[in-house]
């Protein structure tokens, strides 16, 4: 729970406010840009929210934020509603889980509803509220984990929907050793028709990337939307195995089609097939330029 003690100074007057346990995730900044923005390291309310939709995303900011660091002054009276409202959707089939863990940072968690089962990617915060939300929409029969860094409560999904992990071996650690598929290798897998996985090494040896549909590429931490340079581009300062390998697998992943990025940590990007490959190939430029400015 957010602490009106904590308050930072710099939050705008009003009901909504950030206190100071923000570990600077920036969760809520793309969530809900037009109520949070970052002052010194920090996010903080900036503008507070005027009509019903910046309200609701506010307050889906606020169950989203991993340290619990926003409040209100006043309790909020529509919360039932705000939990109702999860997953959010991002297309027909593909929606956003929120509740991100602070185990992961504030990684970004997404659900595919399929028929043939549906693809919970990357672990959110274990929630009743949002456990309920992902049951009624047909539970999760698959756990898709593109890296180390972003299994959160995985255990707790698998006890609570019997789903199956997969995690590549070379990202396997003492607390993922029970999961139920260990990909393998550094060629492409396809699991299903609809789904490619594709091994990325470089933020993590065995980071993965999953296209599904040929259209979404759930990216983890493996490339993601800079608005600050208007491409995609990969984090230089997070890189924890390779970023030789990592410009590698960017190259080997330019050749695939997408519409959509949805990346564990930074902005998410959807544009055209076309425009979608001059931005990867930007970002391989930008990558292979050691004093590019930074993206973040
Ligand atoms: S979501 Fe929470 S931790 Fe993340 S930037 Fe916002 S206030 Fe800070």
Redesign the pocket.
Known sequence: MAQLTQRRPENVAGNVY??R?????????W?APEV?Q?VDH??VVYHQPQTEAQHLRAMQ?LL???????GTVEKPEDIKTVQASFPIPITETVYHCGY?A?TSF?AASYLIVRPEGNVLVDSPRFSVPLVNQLEALGGVRYLYLTHRDDVADHQKFHDRFGCDRLLHEDDITARTQGVEHRLAGTKPIDFADDLRIIPVPGHTKGHTVLLYQNTVLFSGDHVAWSDKLKHLYAFRGACWYSWDELIISMKNLADYDFEWVLPGHGRRHHASREEMRQSMQRCIEWMQKPDAPSGW
């Not at 989203?64 to 926003?70: G, H, N, Q, R």
């Open positions: 950030v206190d346990t923000c570990i600077d995730c920036d969760t809520c900044r969530m949070f970052r920090q996010s900011a989203s934020c991993p340290t619990a660091s926003i991100h602070e504030g």
